[in-house]
T-cell receptor
Framework: EPEVTQTPSHQVTQMGQEVILRCVPISNHLYFYWYRQILGQKVEFLVSFYNNEISEKSEIFDDQFSVERPDGSNFTLKIRSTKLEDSAMYFC???????????FGPGTRLTVT | KQEVTQIPAALSVPEGENLVLNCSFTDSAIYNLQWFRQDPGKGLTSLLLIQSSQREQTSGRLNASLDKSSGRSTLYIAASQPGDSATYLCAVRGNTPLVFGKGTRLSVIA
């Protein structure tokens, strides 16, 4: 069964460093998303991406964040200058259409020290 | 702004019991509602998607209902098993992609 994959599973970085989190969505899906979950808190929407551009973003998704689909399979989230409060689990998801079921990857645990 | 609440926050039941998890949302203008399962430190596994025009959706021992006008959904799990132990998340799709509740942590005791 097709699934969303994410790498790395765990990333440790120092404050101020740039990180890139990678996702491979399900191959025939057209809509891609990033969410995050701070430990003990709700899963929060960050950004949605369709047709090579951002279709929606939350207040959390400020200028420190960017997304890209560099090729036909990968979908990346870049955090330009990490802060301690960026420590969280980051989930990628994909869907066939805008309002269809979303399938999530296993997540990348980001730890900023 | 959409808010999603799940009650109870935690639930412990003996194996074999039927149980109901509750989800409520403040804005009834939703397109669909999705139930997920999350194991500790893991990703989200989609269990069921209910469209706003549907009242119920079933998958195996799981049955989800939706009452859009009252802003409520329930997830019914029949004949619970220890392998059902996980956190169950409810998420609604309205004008923003998926707004999540905090989840109900379920423990099924053998």
């Amino acid at each position: 069964e097709p699934e969303v994959t994410q790498t790395p599973s765990h990333q440790v970085t120092q404050m101020g460093q740039e990180v890139i989190l990678r996702c491979v969505p399900i191959s025939n899906h057209l809509y891609f998303y990033w969410y995050r979950q701070i430990l003990g808190q709700k899963v929060e929407f960050l950004v949605s991406f369709y047709n090579n551009e951002i279709s929606e973003k939350s207040e959390i998704f400020d200028d420190q964040f960017s997304v890209e689909r560099p090729d036909g399979s990968n979908f990346t989230l870049k955090i330009r200058s990490t802060k301690l409060e960026d420590s969280a689990m980051y989930f990628c998801s994909s869907g066939l259409a805008d309002l269809s079921e979303q399938y999530f990857g296993p997540g990348t645990r980001l730890t900023v020290t | 702004k959409q808010e999603v609440t799940q009650i109870p926050a935690a639930l412990s039941v003996p194996e074999g019991e039927n149980l109901v998890l509750n989800c409520s949302f403040t804005d009834s203008a939703i397109y669909n509602l999705q139930w997920f399962r999350q194991d500790p430190g893991k990703g989200l596994t989609s269990l069921l998607l209910i469209q706003s025009s549907q009242r119920e959706q079933t998958s195996g021992r799981l049955n989800a209902s939706l009452d859009k006008s009252s802003g409520r959904s329930t997830l019914y799990i029949a004949a619970s098993q220890p392998g059902d132990s996980a956190t169950y998340l409810c998420a609604v799709r309205g004008n923003t992609p998926l707004v999540f509740g905090k989840g109900t942590r379920l423990s099924v005791i053998a």
